[in-house]
């Protein structure tokens, strides 16, 4: 299973599924990431935490705590 985590800088990648439950699960698809949806990893901060992805286009900050919890398809 790769995660978002997983993905390089400068890839883009397609949402296959989102692990975890309640709040998590909700505020992610309130965000735009939901199954099927194209995202690609911008850039991450100086010391490797949060990332920044590109997701219906804008732009949105994800921890990389969270970022496993989203298996991906890479392109």
Same mark, same amino acid.
């Given at each position: 299973?790769?995660?978002l985590r997983? @993905?390089?800088i400068g890839k883009t990648a397609t949402i296959?599924?989102?692990?975890g439950t309640g709040a998590l699960k909700r505020?992610?698809?309130?965000m735009g990431i939901t199954r099927g949806t194209e995202v690609?990893?911008?850039k991450e901060a100086p010391l490797g935490?949060?990332?920044?992805?590109?997701v219906l286009?804008?732009?949105l900050a994800i921890r990389k705590s969270d970022a496993e919890? @989203?298996?991906v398809e890479e392109k």
């Open positions: 299973m790769k995660t997983d @993905i390089e296959k599924k989102i692990h505020r992610f698809m309130d690609y990893f911008r935490d949060p990332m920044e992805i590109n286009g804008y732009e919890l @989203i298996e």
